[in-house]
């Protein structure tokens, strides 16, 4: 919820930075992956509309991941290897978002039944 939020933001920023990475349409992409991020962080959190939630983060995930962390094109070594931690973490944060859809629904601990 906290990147999504900060996509809000920092709108500016961001949009900079996606528009550098070639991105099309930067702002708007920045306002629907913010927007994907709150809201499948938010879903997450209430243990509401798991399997939706899990499928936002897991398209921005894939997405952003593909997009703006090709490591494998940066000469620099130390550029490359930033990215590639980044790279790295999103595929590992997938997988653990995968991992919540193995726990039974409804979640005994949601804050929304």
Same mark, same amino acid.
């Given at each position: ?37 709150? %809201? *499948?962080? @938010?879903? /997450?959190? $209430? ?6 939630? #899990?499928? +936002? ?36 944060? %997938? *997988?653990? @978002?995968? /991992?919540? $859809? ?6 005994? #601990?949601? +804050?929304?039944?």
């Amino acid at each position: 919820m906290m990147s999504g939020y900060n996509h809000f933001k920092n709108l500016g920023m961001l949009t900079g930075y996606a528009q550098s990475k070639g991105v099309p349409m930067p702002k708007a992409a920045v306002l629907l992956t913010g927007a994907m991020m709150f %809201l *499948g962080g @938010l879903g /997450i959190l $209430l243990g509401a509309y798991i399997e939706l939630s #899990v499928l +936002l983060l897991s398209v921005f995930l894939v997405i952003a991941t593909f997009q703006m962390h090709q490591y494998w094109k940066i000469p620099d070594q130390m550029a490359r290897m930033g990215e590639e931690i980044n790279f790295k973490k999103n595929l590992a944060l %997938l *997988g653990a @978002l995968l /991992i919540i $859809l193995a726990v039974p629904l409804p979640w005994a #601990v949601a +804050l929304v039944f």
